[in-house]
């Protein structure tokens, strides 16, 4: 196993050496920090700080770093509680495996939902709050002095009365056999110093010199690589193959039928393995949904529009009969298409299978998941197996499923001992991806002579996520997550306007495209149907779309708070510089209050350019200002390459696109000037990773009605006429 432990160190190896400092603990409520025996010669509490003799400082972690500043942002909270060195941090992953192994000591490893930091922020704090109070209470003790009288910082405790210092590698070795404390006191955030601080990201170096490894440059002795190719359709079979046909053919080692619909060639190199697959001849059962068209999908969508039965969401009042009897009825669909994730770094494993053990490379969303699935597919306990989690390029949500490791496991187990990477190519990762659900909605608004929407009705039809990923959490049919944004209420996704008479509903309408989370999920949906809509209802109503939305939003603060700050920022009450127009929007998602203004202009031949958005964001508590800005920006270009490309069409029961070609994506010159206002009024942890991409949609599709006078209500807009009506 030598090939393993140069990609990454042994829990051992890592704390080899004399007076190692370990501290760690469960996410248990109750004896949260409980002594861990432990040989001497790592003298452990348990698993998340590590300070060894030199005052190195190693945070371990179990949430993925994608990118997104997950990192970065959980060191920033145990250094805070720590009074560590920031200069002497570095950072290791633990594995699933290790978890398991130690009762899940490391909790949750989940990163999607934007759940990295603000579901672990308790106990990562307290981590390091407790191993600062046992170093401290270690130099106390060497210094024969009450505990009051010393204090930490950067690294180095200090006794007031006499001046004396002892560094925290000095102490970690006597600190590692003190009784942790219960409970552990948490600083007050008035009194935080590195929480709240744009603090350098710890992975920019390595990015920055090529160092970083991704899961597709990861390398081993004898190593073979793998490239499948499954039925285009979903749910077809392989009915044959003829590997003869290209087992002689250069680097060819092994010809692998893989389940049931997958055939896999494995070379020497991707290329090799990428050639003699387009050799192969393959022969398909295609299966009843190759009868299945974009065409037929659309219909069955129409279908769930006006259908009698639908699960409830959101009501109050009487929606129908205030419509019915208001003298003005605005009314408008929208559509939503299929989109694909679409990573730079297409799926991969790497994997090593014997009978008595199975280890994984890969970069994954949630390395226990990860682990079951291996352990499945390997016909092993979980005990015997391992993923060693590699950094993503891209995850978007695609990479908390793990349909391709599966693959890889069952590739591997075909050709034992030999470190296999299983590589898909990019039309394989297009036309085999989870994709963001189709959907539909009929917005239906009872207005009356004033201009007030005495009641609003939204139909929404089309695809359950949970009815494919988790039926067992769908709640007597009805799929809560449908409802993202439009709750009633709730510290996570509620809306934030006030109608006298609700009824917001889903038709579910199940396809056989597989569905799944997508970076903001039915936020970007929803959003678009609820935020273009009252811009209808405000232009119907010769209302300012600014002031129709404040008059339903009184009982909403912070949604409004944001609203007002993008507003102000843009200049609303102003006119804004000759050809452009402004859009607005404002959205509460992952347990932020977000809103955007756009400003846009669109060309007598209909060419759009987006020229600047305005974005504020309240999550409660702003870990790294700087940070969330640049997830503000990169937000917004996935969310405004959906909105301009990002569709994905179904022929003969197969994804049509296969690459960049024909799935785009926006490009440097395309991007808008992003102004980020980052405003949190503190109480809550709310998310940044995913909330802000929800606004950015429906804010320019505002502003193109604004300058165009059309209404747009089905995107991408690729496939819009943009010129003036």
Request: with cysteine.
């Amino acid at each position: 196993m030598n090939a393993i432990n140069t990609i990454r160190p042994s829990r051992r190896a890592v704390l080899a050496g004399a007076g190692a400092f370990v501290l760690g603990f469960h996410v248990a409520p109750k004896g949260v920090l409980a002594q861990a025996s432990a040989p001497a010669a790592t003298p452990e509490v348990n698993a998340w700080v590590v300070i060894h003799p030199d005052d190195r400082v190693v945070l371990r972690m179990a949430r993925t770093e994608m990118g997104q500043g997950t990192r970065t942002g959980l060191c920033q909270m145990i250094a805070e509680e720590l009074h560590c060195d920031w200069a002497k941090i570095e950072t290791q992953y633990v594995t699933p495996g290790q978890s398991l192994a130690r009762n899940r000591a490391w909790g949750n490893f989940l990163t999607a939902g934007s759940q990295g930091i603000r579901q672990s922020q308790d106990y990562v704090r307290r981590g390091g709050a407790a191993a600062r109070i046992m170093l401290v209470q270690a130099a106390a003790a060497q210094w024969n002095v009450p505990v009051g009288e010393c204090s930490a910082k950067d690294s180095v405790i200090t006794h007031a009365p006499t001046g004396r210092t002892l560094r925290y590698g000095q102490v970690a070795a006597a600190a590692s056999r003190l009784t942790p404390p219960d409970p552990v006191p948490l600083k007050d955030p008035r009194e935080w110093t590195v929480i709240g601080q744009s603090k350098p990201r710890l992975d920019t170096a390595a990015k920055t010199t090529g160092a970083q490894i991704y899961g597709s440059d990861l390398r081993m002795p004898r190593m073979l690589v793998a490239v499948p190719k499954r039925c285009p359709v979903f749910g077809g079979r392989v009915r044959s193959f003829d590997a003869a046909r290209v087992r002689g053919m250069p680097g060819v080692r092994h010809v692998l039928q893989v389940g049931d619909s997958a055939v896999t060639v494995v070379a020497d190199t991707f290329w090799q393995a990428k050639v003699a697959l387009d050799a192969l001849p393959i022969e398909w059962d295609l299966g009843e949904n190759a009868r299945v068209q974009q065409s037929t999908i659309d219909a069955m969508l129409d279908e769930g529009l006006t259908a009698a039965e639908a699960f409830v969401g959101n009501s109050n009042g009487d929606a129908r009969a205030a419509i019915a009897a208001a003298p003005r009825k605005v009314e408008a669909t929208y559509s939503y298409p299929f989109q694909n994730h679409a990573p730079m770094e297409p799926m991969n494993a790497t994997v090593v299978w014997t009978p008595q053990r199975c280890d994984v490379w890969c970069p994954t969303q949630n390395g226990e998941a990860a682990l079951v699935a291996t352990a499945q597919a390997a016909g092993l306990p979980q005990t015997q197996c391992d993923v060693h989690r590699v950094d993503l390029g891209g995850g978007f949500g695609r990479r908390t499923t793990h349909d391709w490791l599966i693959d890889a496991v069952l590739t591997a187990k075909q050709v034992p001992g030999v470190p296999i990477k299983t590589m898909w190519t990019r039309e394989e990762d297009m036309m085999h991806g989870r994709y963001h659900p189709v959907t539909k909605a009929k917005m239906t608004a009872g207005v009356d002579a004033q201009g007030n929407i005495t009641g609003l009705h939204m139909r929404i039809s089309g695809q359950s996520i949970l009815s494919y990923v988790f039926p067992t959490a769908l709640q007597q049919g009805r799929d809560p997550v449908q409802f993202q944004g439009l709750n009633a209420s709730g510290a996570e996704s509620a809306i934030g306007y006030t109608f006298p008479n609700l009824l917001i509903d889903h038709a579910m309408r199940n396809t056989h495209v597989p569905p799944h989370f997508w970076r903001g999920v039915n936020h970007n949906q929803n959003a678009i149907y609820l935020e273009c809509f009252l811009d209808e209802v405000a232009h119907a109503t010769s209302q300012d779309p600014l002031a129709l939305r404040r008059k339903l939003m009184g009982n909403h603060p912070k949604h409004l708070a944001t609203l007002n700050a993008v507003a102000e920022r843009i200049g609303w009450g102003s006119a804004p510089p000759a050809g452009r127009f402004r859009g607005i929007a404002q959205q509460m998602g992952f347990g932020s209050y977000v809103a955007a203004a756009a400003e846009v202009s669109v060309s007598d031949g209909g060419v759009l350019r987006i020229h600047r958005i305005v974005a504020a964001t309240d999550s409660g508590v702003a870990v790294n200002p700087r940070q969330i800005q640049m997830q503000v920006e990169g937000s917004f270009v996935y969310g405004l390459s959906a909105l301009l490309y990002g569709a994905c069409t179904v022929k003969d029961g197969a994804i049509e696109q296969t690459n960049f070609d024909t799935y785009n994506v926006l490009r440097m010159d395309e991007m808008p000037q992003v102004e980020t206002i980052v405003m949190p009024s503190g109480g809550f942890w709310g998310g940044v990773g995913e909330p802000t991409i929800m606004v950015a949609a429906p804010a320019v599709l505002n502003a193109i009605f604004a300058a165009t006078g059309k209404r747009i209500r089905s995107v991408p807009l690729k496939d819009q006429d943009l010129r003036r009506a």
